[in-house]
C-alpha cells in the first residue's frame, strides 16, 4: 500500500501544514511516510503544494507521479494537478474559490466550500483543516483524532494553542462533509 | 521514539550527537533549515555556532577547530561548496578530521535551487587541488543521513581524513520518521594527541600540509595514500535490492536510489526482473561488488541527476562485462518513477 496526497494551493492558505499534520498523523498511527514541500521562491506569495505519501513499506519516491488524493485550494491547483490524479482517484476541491471547474480525466470531483465553512466558523485561515478532514476520511486509514493530535501537537510546538479548538472543529466539518 | 524531522534538521541533530561542537556557516539555499537548527541548538549544548562574512572565511574556521582537535562542521550547497574547496584541499593536505556536508542544487554557476547531483566530480575526485581524496557518503533517506552524518565524524576521526556527506534539496528539504541515534558521550570520543592544545610538558605539535622539500613531502603522500587504500579496503558501503534475478539492475545514489527503488517495485509488478544497486560510499566507490553484479547481470541502468558522473565509475567497475547505458536528468528537473520505467523498458522485456 503506497498513497500519494497532493496539497495546493496559495502560499498563506496553510497548505504545508495540512499536509505536515497529515504526515505526522501519519507516523503516530504506524505507518511510513514522507512529506515533500514545493520550496524556493514560488512558496512567497505564488503557489505552495506538498506532497505526502503514506505507506506500510519505506517510502520510495517521494514525488509522485499520479497521486490518489488532491486537495486544491484554488484555481490554478487544480488545472496544474487536476490531470495527473489516478483513475479512480479524488480531488477535494475548495468551491469557494472555483465556482466551474473543468472536470480531469476519471478522477472523482468532491467540491467542498472550505472557505465558507471556515468563515462560519470564525476563522478563515481553518480552510486547510477543513480539506484535512475531508482528506482523512476518503483515505480511511486512522482515525480523525490522530489527525487532531499531530494537530494540537504542531500548534503547541508554535505556541498558538488558542487556535487549537476552531481547527478542531473545521477538522470535524471537513471530515462529516466527504 | 520517532520523530517527523527535514533532512536539514535530521543531519544538524546528528552532528550534534556525534559530538560535533563547533559549526561554521555561511548559508544559502536549500540547507538553511541546518543552519537555523545549528543556531537554535549548538549552543545549548555548550558548542559555537558562527555565521562567517563568508564560505571561505567558515571552511578555515573548520581548519582552526579541527586543528584544535574539536569535532567541527560546515555545510553549504554547491556553489558554497565550490568557495570552500581550496580549504578543504588544505585540510586533507593537513590530515585534519571534519564533517562537510553538500546539499546539492543545480548548476554550473549561480543555477538554481532545485535538487541536482552534478557535484559528483567535484566531491570523489578531488574538486580542491592536489593529489587527495575526501570519504563521501550519500544518505537516500532522512533517516539514513543522520546516521552517515554520526558515521562521517567518525571516520574522519579514525582515518585523519575529511568526510563529506553529499546529499541534494530534495533530502534537505523533505521530511520523514527518523529514529535518532544516541548520543556519543563527550569521554567516548577517541583522544588526539596530535592535535594543537597548547604544548605544556610536552614536544610541540605541528600541523601543516607545507614541505618544500619534494622527496620529504612525497613521503607524507605515500603515507596518506597508504591510509586512502586501507580505506578503500574497509570502508566499501552499499545496498543492493532485489537484485538476485535480476535482468537490469539501476545504479543510482542518493534521493535517485530512493525514486528508483520505486521503479523496481513497479517493473516487478510488471513482471520485469529489475533491480536496484545503491552506493552509499561514493568515495570508497563500490568497484569491487558493481562487477561482481556485472559477471551476471547483462544490464546495468546508471540513473543520475546529471549528464553523467557516477557513470563513469560504474563504467570503470563494469570494464564491459555488461552493457551500461545512462539517463539522467539536467537543471534541477527530477524525473518520475513513471519516466525512468519507460527508459528500463527500452532495455529488458517482460
Redesign the interface.
Known amino acids: 500500500m503506497e498513497i500519494g496526497v497532493i496539497f495546493a494551493g496559495f502560499g498563506g492558505q496553510g497548505i504545508l501544514l495540512a499536509g ?1 499534520v497529515l ?2 498523523a501519519a ?1 503516530e498511527r504506524g505507518f ?6 514545493s ?2 521562491p514560488e512558496m512567497r506569495g505564488g503557489t505552495a503544494n506538498c506532497t505526502v505519501v503514506i505507506a506500510d513499506e ?6 509522485v ?2 497521486p490518489q488524493i488532491l486537495v486544491a485550494m484554488n484555481g490554478p491547483s487544480l488545472e496544474r494537478f487536476g490531470p495527473r490524479v489516478a483513475p479512480g482517484g479524488m480531488i477535494i476541491l475548495n468551491s469557494s474559490l472555483v465556482k466551474e471547474p473543468s472536470v480531469q480525466g476519471n478522477a472523482r470531483l468532491l467540491p467542498i466550500p472550505l472557505n465558507d465553512i471556515a468563515q462560519e466558523l470564525g476563522e478563515v485561515r481553518a480552510a486547510n483543516m477543513v480539506a484535512l478532514g475531508a482528506v482523512v476520511k476518503v483515505l480511511g486509514l486512522f482515525p480523525l483524532e490522530a489527525a487532531a493530535e499531530a494537530l494540537a501537537k504542531e500548534l503547541g510546538a508554535r505556541g498558538r494553542e488558542k487556535l487549537l479548538e476552531v481547527n478542531r472543529q473545521a477538522l470535524w466539518r471537513g471530515f462529516a462533509l466527504a | 521514539m520517532k520523530v517527523l524531522l527535514r533532512g536539514n534538521e535530521a543531519m544538524a541533530e546528528a552532528a550534534i550527537r556525534a559530538g560535533c561542537r563547533c559549526y561554521f556557516c555561511y548559508p544559502i539555499t536549500p540547507q538553511g533549515e541546518l543552519v537555523e537548527y545549528m543556531a537554535r541548538h549548538l549552543p545549548r549544548h555548550g558548542g559555537v555556532f558562527l555565521q562567517a562574512e563568508s564560505e571561505v572565511a567558515a571552511i578555515n574556521m573548520v581548519y582552526g577547530a579541527a586543528a584544535a582537535g574539536v569535532r567541527t562542521m560546515t555545510s553549504s550547497s554547491s556553489p558554497g561548496i565550490s568557495l570552500k574547496m581550496e580549504g578543504i584541499s588544505y585540510l586533507a593536505g593537513a590530515r585534519l578530521p571534519a564533517v562537510i556536508v553538500n546539499v546539492m542544487r543545480a548548476g554550473p554557476g549561480l543555477g538554481n535551487i532545485a535538487p541536482a547531483q552534478g557535484d559528483y566530480f567535484q566531491a570523489t575526485k578531488g574538486g580542491g587541488h592536489g593529489d587527495y581524496r575526501l570519504i563521501v557518503l550519500a544518505p537516500s533517506t532522512v533517516q539514513e543521513a543522520a546516521e552517515l552524518v554520526m558515521l562521517a565524524f567518525d571516520l574522519s576521526d579514525r582515518y585523519r581524513v575529511p568526510a563529506m556527506i553529499l546529499a541534494d534539496g530534495m533530502l534537505g528539504q523533505m521530511m520523514e520518521p527518523v529514529e535518532l541515534p544516541e548520543p556519543i558521550p563527550p569521554g567516548r570520543i577517541p583522544p588526539k594527541p596530535w592535535a594543537l592544545t597548547g604544548a605544556k610538558d610536552r614536544a610541540p605539535n605541528v600541523v601543516s600540509s607545507f614541505d618544500l622539500d619534494p622527496y620529504r613531502f612525497r613521503e607524507i603522500l605515500r603515507a596518506l595514500w597508504a591510509v586512502y587504500r586501507e580505506i578503500e579496503r574497509n570502508e566499501v558501503r552499499w545496498e543492493e535490492y532485489a537484485t538476485e534475478d535480476a535482468e537490469l539492475v539501476l545504479v543510482a545514489y542518493g534521493t535517485m536510489g530512493r525514486i528508483c527503488r520505486t521503479v523496481v517495485r513497479r517493473a516487478r509488478k510488471e513482471g520485469l526482473r529489475v533491480g536496484l544497486f545503491r552506493p552509499i560510499s561514493l568515495w570508497p566507490f563500490p568497484y569491487a561488488p558493481l562487477r561482481r553484479l556485472a559477471e551476471r547481470v547483462p544490464v546495468l541502468l546508471t540513473v543520475e541527476l546529471s549528464a553523467g558522473q557516477m557513470w563513469e565509475d560504474v563504467r570503470l567497475a563494469v570494464e564491459g562485462r555488461a552493457k551500461t547505458p545512462f539517463y539522467g536528468e539536467l537543471g534541477g528537473v527530477v524525473p518520475t518513477p513513471e519516466e525512468i520505467l519507460s527508459e528500463v523498458k527500452k532495455h529488458v522485456r517482460g
Open positions: 505536515k504526515a505526522q507516523m511510513e511516510v514522507t512529506w515533500l514541500p520550496y524556493g519505506p517510502v520510495g519516491s517521494p514525488i507521479d499520479r
